[in-house]
């Protein structure tokens, strides 16, 4: 039975629609997980060369197993925000005729097929052949072995654990963060070492291979209190956290735009009111940030100034580039609703217009500061911004009425590829790399005074033009509106 | 108001809609009955233009839906949960509603006063957001909003499907007491044969993407219907 649930989770990840939808994501995404495992399993493999390097003729035994503890208290850590409890997943077996243990059996399983699972069998098992096993013998690395395996077990279910109690009751959340500031504090005082009862343990658990069975006891009993509470908790209702009272917010200051304000109203609710817009928000935050990287000193001297226009644009244009990428996107669950609704073509349109322009423009004036590393910058980003509003919000827009992938709000945003396609790839070309057309030569072989001039006065004008840019959208949009509403039904 | 002239829809071959025919006049009451499949929720979407026929058009009061958006003006639908904005509060959605046919807050507010009763304190102040409310209670929404723009006509997909049976018999007082105060024309489909047969003036059964049987609703309407569908 647990098989047969096993290989219905298997169905699921390989039919989501997340999942196989796209190959090539499909391909990147397995490569780029693979490489990190291989890593790991290097870095594992590295550790005796490592260690002998950096303490060099101590015994390197005894200072791998001072970290691991610490490493296990990262693993609670990142157990805590990144793993998540397998619990909806049974919904449509409650009702059937399986035995409740059986489910609750099951759930445990799965709850085992996670990297973090294998992360520290990957780090510690080379170590215990290439080093334990020749100085403690093979009971020595088998103890040692079996220790790593049964602790992150106990680790495994003790945060699942804690993490549903988390869900009943907040105190839980508090207690945890509390327990784990307590040690951090402890710790740097030198009251309780971490890293000295680590060694003390695994050094004694070498010498003594029957000691194992403390580790095997804490993880058999983690997982069986872990089944037990699951038990009792096994109905729907429970899991269901507590909801914050929701209440209705309005934009006054919008209304004065009439219908588009009214829409981009909508568009303001839509980011801070879901997961994958709001990460959006956050990364415009942090993207801020990324001139220190680029303006530099060396940098400034540069007499092109070519990387200047390449910043500029994502600083300002960051909103363009990533929101832009699934502009109708976001709006597709209730699409059918918009297109059938009151609202014409050409509002709609504008409205996004408007939400570019003015959140290029609350990014232009924060990041005004640049300006103080040297007055260059500012001039710069003046023809970037000028350039995003006026150029890559028209090309942000036509292709927007070329993506017919839906996007599930519900999701969140992190390894979340849904409704990524051809198009977004050539999205972030276009609108990062299109201005260098008329940049680069001006720049190279005239004077990157004049090339910043052009290609701000073409943003200017395109931005005057824009009337009549939205006629041209509106067109274009007609042509491809039925593909768009099937492509979002379509979930 | 409404003229389907000549229209097919297929998907891969198979015809999903086929009418040569078919004319609604202002202030009718129409209920499309037919199993799944038969075609009911393809009619509709036509009628939105939100998929484009293969072939022939359909006109409201004359003018071709496809062609302008005039008709967005006039005509609320109620599809499924797809037209109801998830993340928005019940109140924000009406306001947004109501915003799109030039109603004040003040209106919107008075308007939902009338649906108390239809609300039944569970939409209103629930603190929370659509996505958030039962599908019945979504349901619920949909309609209201569809009201709130005071349509001259409404679209309903199984209107009955997912409401309790209070909400269900004032649902159909409602509809029967829409046309008389306001000449609105009503289209809805239902699987209820009773509820259908009570609202509706006249009854189209769709089978496979045809209209097999136009009526004017009488007595004898409800026995006609399960006599068809009787297996």
Not at chain 1, 44 to 57: D, E, N, S, V
Not at chain 1, 461 to 489: M, P, T
Not at chain 2, 214 to 225: F, K, M, P, R, S
Request: charged share 15%; hydrophobic share 50%; with cysteine.
């Amino acid at each position: 039975m647990i098989l047969t649930l096993l290989s219905h989770q298997w169905k699921s990840f390989w039919r989501s629609r997340n999942a196989g939808r796209s190959l090539a994501i499909q391909i990147v995404l397995g490569l780029i997980i693979a490489y990190l495992l291989a890593s790991i399993l290097a870095l594992g493999f590295a550790f005796p060369h490592m260690l002998h390097k950096f303490y060099p003729g101590q015994d390197i035994i005894r200072i791998l197993c001072s970290y691991i503890f610490y490493y296990y208290s990262f693993d609670v850590v990142m157990r805590f925000t990144v793993q998540e409890l397998p619990v909806l997943s049974t919904q449509p077996y409650l009702g059937q005729n399986i035995p409740k243990r059986k489910l609750v059996a099951f759930l445990n399983i799965r709850a085992l097929f996670h990297f973090l699972n294998l992360v520290p069998l990957f780090l510690f098992v080379p170590f215990a052949f290439m080093e334990i096993a020749p100085a403690y013998g093979a009971a020595g690395a088998a103890g040692f072995i079996t220790a790593i395996i049964f602790l992150t077990i106990f680790s495994n279910f003790l945060i699942l654990y804690i993490k549903r109690r988390t869900i009943i009751s907040s105190w839980w959340l508090a207690g945890f963060f509390a327990t784990i500031v307590a040690f951090i504090v402890l710790d740097y005082f030198h009251v309780l070492s971490l890293g000295k009862s680590s060694s003390n343990s695994f050094l004694r658990l070498l010498s003594a291979p029957a000691l194992v069975l403390i580790p095997i006891t804490l993880g058999l009993a983690a997982w069986f209190n872990n089944y037990r509470f699951l038990l009792g908790n096994l109905y729907l209702d429970e899991g269901v956290k507590e909801e914050k009272e929701k209440s209705s917010r309005e934009y006054t200051w919008l209304r004065q735009l009439g219908l588009s304000g009214e829409l981009i109203a909508l568009d303001i609710k839509l980011m801070l009111r879901n997961k994958r817009p709001k990460y959006i928000l956050r990364l415009c935050a942090i993207f801020m940030a990324y001139g220190f990287v680029f303006y530099t000193k060396e940098n400034l001297k540069n007499p092109h100034m070519y990387l200047f226009l390449f910043t500029g644009i994502f600083i300002t244009g960051i909103f363009i580039i990533n929101y832009g990428q699934f502009l109708f996107a976001w709006h597709s669950n209730y699409f059918d609703g918009l297109m059938s609704s009151n609202i014409s073509l050409p509002a709609w349109i504008r409205s996004k217009f408007m939400l570019y322009t003015a959140v290029s423009t609350i990014l232009f004036i924060l990041t005004s500061f640049y300006g103080l590393i040297s007055w260059k910058l500012l001039v710069t980003q003046l023809a970037a911004w000028l350039y995003n509003i006026g150029i890559n919000s028209v090309i942000s827009v036509y292709l927007a009425t070329y993506n017919y992938k839906a996007i599930d709000l519900s999701k969140s945003a992190t390894f979340n590829y849904q409704g990524t396609g051809v198009v977004q790839w050539v999205y972030s070309f276009a609108l990062i790399l299109a201005p260098y057309l008329i940049f680069y030569p001006l720049a190279r072989f005239v004077d990157p005074w004049v090339a910043y001039a052009a290609v701000g006065g073409l943003g200017l004008i395109s931005l005057l033009l824009q009337n009549w840019w939205v006629d041209i959208l509106v067109r274009e949009f007609r042509k491809r509106k039925y593909l768009v509403l099937a492509g979002f039904r379509e979930k | 108001m409404l003229s389907i002239i000549d229209t097919v829809k297929s998907y891969n071959g198979n015809t999903v809609v086929n009418i040569p025919q078919l004319d609604i006049p202002t202030g009718e009451i129409i209920g499309l009955v037919g199993n799944n499949g038969a075609g009911k929720t393809t009619l509709f979407r036509l009628l939105l233009d939100l998929i484009r026929a293969d072939k022939g058009e359909i006109l409201s009061k004359e003018k071709n839906v496809a062609a302008t958006e005039d008709w967005k003006k006039y005509t609320a639908a109620y599809l499924d949960e797809g037209f109801l904005i998830n993340y928005l509060t019940p109140e924000e959605y009406f306001y947004f509603i109501g915003k799109l046919h030039q109603l004040s807050k003040a209106d919107v507010d008075e308007f939902l006063q009338y649906f108390e009763a239809f609300f039944d304190g569970s939409i209103l102040n629930s603190g929370k957001y659509i996505r958030d409310l039962s599908k019945g209670n979504q349901f619920k929404v949909g309609i209201a909003a569809c009201l709130l723009q005071k349509p001259e006509l409404l679209i309903l997909d199984e209107p009955f499907a997912n409401l309790d049976p209070s909400s269900q018999m004032r649902l159909v007082r409602m509809l029967k007491e829409l046309p008389a105060q306001q000449r609105v024309t009503v289209l809805i489909s239902s699987h209820d044969l009773n509820h259908v047969t009570e609202v509706c003036h006249r009854i189209l059964l769709m089978e496979k993407g045809r209209i097999i049987k136009d009526i004017d609703t009488t007595a004898d309407t409800l026995q006609e219907l399960e006599s068809y569908f009787e297996v």
